[in-house]
């Protein structure tokens, strides 16, 4: 897992970038979510439920990390 310095300062054109990162793994957590009524396989519909928590916790790191540049 790579460090990231809370206290460094972002140009908006990154700002940008982390914007469209977390556009990202909102779509792909909904679309896995829209999807996930459909598959009756036990082991798809696991691995689709693991992938979904895992752009969940993404999406929460980014939230944490957003927020503490935004005091800057």
């Keep these: 897992m790579v460090t990231i310095n809370s206290k460094a300062q972002f140009t908006p054109h990154e700002m940008l970038e ?3 990162m977390i ?4 779509l ?3 679309k896995i979510e829209a999807s ?3 598959v009756t ?8 439920q693991q992938s ?7 999406l929460t790191r ?5 927020k503490e ?3 800057q």
């Design 18 to 20: 982390l914007h469209e």
């Design 23 to 26: 556009r990202s793994e909102v």
């Design 28 to 30: 792909g957590a909904r």
């Design 36 to 38: 996930l009524a459909m």
């Design 41 to 48: 396989d036990p082991d798809l519909k696991s691995f689709m």
């Design 52 to 58: 979904m928590q895992s752009k969940q916790d993404t």
């Design 62 to 66: 980014f939230q944490s990390f957003y």
């Design 69 to 71: 540049s935004a005091k």
